[in-house]
């Protein structure tokens, strides 16, 4: 009987340590890269994108803000996503590497006179990340919030972002 519950023991106490030991594995910190040399660090770099054996990519948005062709831009403050729709003062909450996520003042063409002086606050969200000359750029963008919603939502409250002029 001592014999059987000696054995017992064993089992429990290798089954436990084998599954503490997987537990471990399982919590690895990630690796963020930092130009050529790997950081340790409990989350991804935001912002960035991992290709292996690659260094990490910076997403952009390309911002009509100040700049009627546009320019390739990351966290910006104030941003131009259609010819209806602009946001100003955005905190970024996330950026990258697959969706952006900001909160800021929402004004534009189809909410006048009512939100000239007194824009609404909306939440942007910029996704579908796709290459173009050599940059991964945002390709999508949703806002949302709690406002008099347009009549026509396409290219108003969501729509396609540009990628750059080749």
């Known amino acids: 009987m001592r014999g059987i519950i000696v054995a017992v023991a064993v089992?429990?106490?290798g089954a436990t340590t084998a599954a503490c030991g997987l537990g471990a594995a399982q919590a690895e910190p990630r690796r963020a890269w930092a130009g050529d040399t790997a950081q340790i660090t409990s989350q991804p770099e935001e912002g960035v994108?991992?290709?292996?054996?690659?260094r990490a990519e910076p997403v952009?948005?390309?911002n009509l803000y100040g700049a009627e062709d546009g320019r390739a831009d990351q966290r910006p403050e104030n941003l131009v996503v259609s010819e209806f729709s602009t946001l100003k003062g955005i905190t970024w909450r996330s950026w990258g590497p697959g969706r952006a996520v900001g909160?800021?003042?929402?004004?534009?063409?189809?909410c006048l006179p009512d939100c000239l002086d007194s824009p609404y606050d909306a939440?942007?969200?910029?996704?579908?990340?796709?290459k173009a000359m050599g940059k991964r750029y945002f390709t999508k963008?949703?806002?949302?919030?709690?406002?008099?919603k347009p009549d026509q939502i396409d290219d108003t409250l969501t729509g396609a972002l540009p990628l750059p002029a080749s």
Not at 103 to 110: E, N, R
Not at 123 to 130: A, C, E, G, Q
Not at 141 to 148: R, W
């Open 11 to 13: 089992a429990v106490l």
């Open 49 to 54: 994108t991992r290709s292996e054996g690659r």
């Open 60 to 62: 952009y948005v390309i």
């Open 103 to 110: 909160a800021g003042k929402l004004s534009g063409t189809w």
């Open 123 to 130: 939440t942007i969200t910029l996704s579908k990340v796709k």
């Open 141 to 148: 963008f949703a806002i949302d919030g709690d406002f008099p």
